[in-house]
């Protein structure tokens, strides 16, 4: 290319004045792009391509390639806009499902020619030629030999296939024996696929990088015998050793542990009869309906490939592409955008199992069921801007929190519940409980404790425990079995896919974290890796050399259900399809049902994270898109956020199936955060007490003792490391700085009683301690004494003495050692969200 020969070219001697706007989009934050029109001239997509791809975005001259690149992103900005814009919905979603008895015929994939084909590269920069490099990719070309520029590939115009170039009819649905039978191993496609996906990356984990574990045991509190022979519930006071691994699932293995995010929470039990993993997450539902589109929701919330950001975030285009187009996912980013998506540790945090199971008995009679662990300290969140903020003071958060607690003796438990239904009762409902999309709610099904699971150990090696452990959804024992669930058919194949290439071979159940405690007896062999040393010269069954052994177990071994389609299914049905159940097309009523449940401050949070996640998306048809999809939920969120967004409010997006018109729950209680404060215990709760000069000793060693005996984790915080000396003149320690563990790390403060108030208000990191404490509605005790601090901070305590604010507790000094009993319920209460504003006001 040669460079600009005009009059607009800078002069060699000095810079051209730049022009406003110049260069913004490239300088965008991740935020949309803002471009002051009026400064620039207005010129056609195709123009401005035009220019900017002939006049030096590869010129040696630095002012030639800004000017010239800006340019040229502001064209690739409004072609992407534009491309976007003529997809504006998936308008074949209805195409999947199974409506009004037809069966449906897969479409052909919607497209749209981009005007200026800048717009789906991943680079401007890719027209930089070297020897090594080539051209850039020619349009729908997809060469498979020879230099680089053969192998790139471009998709534009060109129908999905597999890695053998056989074509993709449906890219949906796995191919399944009828619309709710088993996912067949022969669908080649979805094996392919998801073969691929899972080993994409070595050796980290392709999800769930992440992650923090402990050991632990189940204890059975419930005879559920008549439900289940599974070797946990054998019997009421039966312990059962796990191993738990929590885990983030976007981010990287290096990523921080409180980005919005869903949460692992699997429990590999060691029992009798072999390993049970239990693979869940903290959300009880899933994005997507199918493991066919597995590797590609992944794909769309993993940092973008072209220049591998952002890092442990949805916040970005693609995710939020592949979500509006897929409405199914509605429900899910309810509860991604909720509180739950940002815990206050894992000990405050539930989690769930997902899926449907079948739970079967000796007699071999299956019930279904769902299971859900509930954290006894209660479920609690964190504020957004304390999470963010936090990623930065400690982006171990999470995992040091969980290793310091069981450490400490403050040991996480949680109760293990179950939903349990029959299938006549799951046929009558509006939802199918195959949909991984869909909960059961409780009012249809109330919890039924039978368990508790207690984490009592930390591992001794975090590589050899914590990354080696391997979980698989079938691992599974005598008295747990399968349901048709077709997210969780995919699942099984995966699952043990992935440990194959991430744990080097065969024979990862050697490793000795996933060793059960059951002996292994079997005539595998060989592999890789392999540890046990087999003697005698049978490895194959039937056989007589060995004396028939090792033999099969019979009726004490597993055996799956014996299910049987519904005599209709099997009268109306092809035996192999690719759909999904009529049901399955209801995207948006239980998406209804969690917005609906949630508390007024819960719905705050929900409507902010939607605009702090959407303003970070710089495509506008994206945004609208997701706008649309939210007046399917509620339209006063939807005005909200269209509001929070600058834009009007949009026509609704279509749906691919009518709305259920009445519900069998409209408001559930169970789903907000707030209906489980827990059992009123602070354990583990980090408590600051601010000291400095002056402090009053007795009255902070009193309220220090009441809080440790109470199992919270009580620091004395000061301006420097070392020693203050008290009103008594005696020494108090200083066992961590301001600086070192800022506010953001505490779960309640207390302001130095007696003295050291004024020498702390001078302190900016020292106010700014207090403020945050403040904003982010955190337990405050402020003795008298220490009104010149909180005044400073902007701490309103007059409204303490109103009672409008339940979690301000503003006391004489003489008070403030008495007061532990008043400010342990305030900590247990976890916030008072009675305090925040929008914006904050401090």
């Known amino acids: 290319m040669t460079d600009r020969k005009d009059a607009t070219k800078p002069s060699s001697k000095e810079p051209a004045p730049r022009e406003k706007g110049a260069g913004s989009a490239k300088q965008s934050m991740g935020g949309p792009s803002a471009k002051p029109r009026a400064a620039r001239p207005k010129r056609s997509l195709l123009e401005r391509a035009a220019t900017a791809l002939g006049s030096g975005t590869s010129s040696d001259d630095a002012r030639v390639r800004t000017f010239a690149a800006a340019d040229r992103l502001d064209a690739k900005i409004d072609a992407t806009e534009a491309l976007v814009a003529a997809i504006p919905e998936n308008v074949n979603k209805p195409a999947e499902y199974a409506l009004r008895g037809k069966m449906p015929q897969p479409p052909q994939g919607a497209t749209a020619k981009p005007e200026n084909l800048d717009a789906t590269a991943s680079t401007i920069t890719e027209s930089n030629e070297s020897e090594k490099n080539g051209a850039k990719a020619a349009p729908g070309a997809n060469p498979n030999q020879g230099p680089l520029q053969k192998h790139r590939v471009d998709s534009l115009g060109r129908a999905l296939t597999t890695n053998q170039g056989v074509p993709v009819g449906d890219n949906q649905n796995s191919l399944r024996a009828g619309l709710r039978g088993p996912t067949l191993l ?30 632990g045991y189940f204890e059975c509190t419930e005879d559920i015998t008549a ?18 691994r929590f885990s983030t699932v976007a981010g990287e293995r290096g990523s921080a542990d409180t980005v919005r995010d869903v949460r692992g929470f699997a429990v590999k039990f060691y029992t009798e009869d072999g390993n049970w993993d239990l693979v869940g997450n903290n959300i009880p539902v899933f994005f997507i309906q199918d493991a066919m589109k597995f590797p590609d929701v992944v794909h769309a919330v993993k940092p973008e490939p072209h220049h591998q950001m952002p890092q442990a975030s949805s916040a970005h285009d ?64 964190l504020d957004w801007d304390e999470a963010v903020k936090i ?18 003796g403050a040991f996480p438990e949680y109760l293990l519940q179950i939903q349990t239904f029959t299938e006549a009762e799951a046929e009558r409902w509006s939802f199918d409980v195959l949909d991984a999309t869909k909960i059961v709610p409780e009012e249809l099904v109330p919890l039924r404790t039978v368990g508790r699971l207690v984490l009592n150990r930390n591992p001794d090696n975090f590589f050899a425990e914590t990354e080696q452990v391997a979980f698989c959804t079938q691992h599974i024992v ?56 087999n003697r005698g010269r ?97 339209e006063g969120l939807a005005a909200r956020v ?16 009518p709305p259920v018109k009445d519900p069998e729950v409209a408001v559930s209680p169970p789903l907000s955060l707030f209906a489980r404060p827990g059992d009123g215990r602070i354990l583990g709760r980090r408590v600051a007490l601010l000291v400095a000069d002056g402090v009053s000793g007795a009255a902070s060693g009193a309220l220090y003792d009441a809080l440790l005996m109470a199992g919270a984790v009580p620091r004395y915080v000061g301006a420097r490391l070392g020693v203050v000396r008290t009103a008594e003149g005696d020494e108090l320690p200083v066992e961590v700085t301001i600086e070192a563990a800022p506010s953001v790390l505490f779960d309640a403060a207390v302001l130095p009683p007696g003295g050291g108030a004024e020498a702390l208000a001078r302190d900016g990191l020292a106010l700014e301690f207090v403020q945050l404490q403040y904003r982010h509605c955190k337990p405050l005790l402020v003795p008298a004494s220490a009104a010149p601090l909180a005044k400073a901070a902007g701490v309103r305590t007059a409204v303490a003495a109103a009672g409008a604010d339940p979690g301000l507790l503003a006391l004489a000094d003489d008070a403030v050692a008495g007061a532990a009993p008043a400010f342990i319920k305030a900590i247990a209460m976890h916030r008072a969200w009675q305090r925040q504003t929008e914006p904050p006001a401090v």
């Open 391 to 408: 990623a930065g003071a400690d982006p171990d958060f999470h995992r040091r929190d969980l290793w310091e607690s069981i450490e400490g």
């Open 186 to 215: 022969e669908d080649f496609i979805l094996r392919e696929k998801i073969t691929h996906f899972d080993h994409e990356r070595i050796p980290e984990r392709v999800v769930h990088a992440r992650g923090s574990g402990a050991h």
């Open 538 to 634: 049978v490895n194959y069954e039937p056989n007589s050399l060995a004396g028939g052994c090792p033999f099969q177990a019979g009726a004490r071994g597993f055996a799956s259900v014996a299910e049987r389609l519904l005599a209709q299914q099997a009268a109306t049905e092809p035996t192999k399809l690719r759909a999904k159940p009529e049901k399955f097309a209801d995207h948006y009523t239980q998406a209804r049902l969690f917005w609906a449940s949630q508390a007024p401050v819960e719905r705050e949070h929900i409507a902010r994270a939607f605009r702090f996640e959407l303003t970070r998306v710089q495509t506008q048809a994206i945004r609208e898109r997701m706008v649309r999809m939210l007046r399917n939920v509620d």
């Open 318 to 381: 693609t995710f939020w592409d592949f979500i509006s187009l897929m409405p199914e996912s509605m429900h899910m980013v309810m509860w991604q955008m909720s509180d739950r998506a940002i815990p206050r540790s894992f000990r405050t945090m539930q989690g769930f199992g997902v899926h449907t199971f079948r739970l079967v008995n000796a007699a071999g009679e299956a019930t279904l069921v769902k299971f859900h662990w509930t954290p006894v300290l209660g479920t609690h969140s």
């Open 478 to 533: 005598p008295g747990i079995d399968f349901t048709n669930d077709p997210l969780l058919q995919g699942r099984n194949f995966s699952y043990l896919d992935t440990q194959l290439t991430r744990l080097g071979g065969p024979n990862f159940h050697e490793i000795p974290i996933n060793a059960p405690i059951a002996e292994v007896h079997n005539n595998q062999r060989d592999g890789f890796h392999r540890q046990a040393i």
């Open 642 to 657: 269209a509001d929070d967004l600058g834009m009007t409010l949009p026509e609704p997006l279509s749906l691919a199936a």
């Open 227 to 244: 439900l289940t022979k599974a070797a946990p519930f054998a019997k009421v006071g039966k312990r059962t050793p796990v191993f738990v």
